[in-house]
């Protein structure tokens, strides 16, 4: 790795370094590192303890949910040869945040098996796009297209099954919007199973990711099942993205900012783009929370909505610029 690629991963982890302490010292409570070393590990402290209970697994949250989509975006995009591609733009996260759904409201006795089902979900979602939009190979421009309609069926039916909800702020209402605002250590403990495991993952597949760049008769003269291969990062991607969406809701456009943000710093080798990608989600996501949490103070804008008011323009922009490789 280069000097500029470990400079990049240095400056970008002492930023997230210095956000996390931002962030929790963003409300009425504020401690000093000091202060939050002491009560953490050495004497009891009330404001500590509130903090700890009510900020840190929301931190926590933020920044595993930020690591998982924007890993699932980067491998989604050498899957599909296709830079716009993002689990929430292409209806992987309305998949797995519709089965997700439907478990939390119908049967919430299996409430702990939520992933499992989301991520049936998300594999669902993937196949039914990889079908519609295979016709003798990948073409980019058509598996956006038909990602978008199924991403539209799949939002259309989670605002059905919540309006049935009657709005309510339930853990149904959390799925939908996207809120992490009253996340605790347990959801922590059940994301950080599943996001720590699939980020371990991600970092055996940079090599195949980077064959999956190549065009795919290339690739099979270099011996390689193109199919099987396609189908290992696939499913890497689909757990990131499906099991982050169970326990946060749908964080869109997380998956399309982040790599293409760190290719700019690490370029297009997934060998550094994979790990640079799981600090950069993890920064925008955690920034995006803490901005909402500020903005309208002592209101909060959740997340989510921080980013897809990013992620709009940030999409139209790359659609604009990628159109004349894409297009044809």
Known sequence: MDKKKNISFLVLGVLLLGLFFLSVNTGS???????????IFLEYDEKVTIVWDLRFPRIIIAMLAGAAMAVSGALFQAVMKNPLADPGIIGISSGAGFTALIITMFFPSLFFLGPVFAFAGGLASFFL???LAWRSDLNPLRLILVGVAVNAVFSGLIQSLEYLSAGSQTTAAAIVNANITMKTWEDVTLLSAYVVFGLLASLFVPRQCNLLLLEDKTVRNLGVNIGRLRLGVSL??????????????????????????????????????IPFSILMGGFIVLLADTIGRTLLYPYEIPASIVMMVVGGPFFIFLLLRSGNYHGN
């Open 29 to 39: 409570i504020r401690l000093s590192p000091a202060e939050l070393f002491r009560g």
């Open 129 to 131: 796009i990889y079908s």
């Open 236 to 273: 890497v991607a689909v757990l990131l993205a499906s099991i982050t969406t169970a326990v946060t809701g749908v964080l869109g456009f997380v998956g399309l900012i982040g790599p293409h943000l760190a290719r700019l710093f690490v370029g297009s080798d997934h060998r550094a783009l």
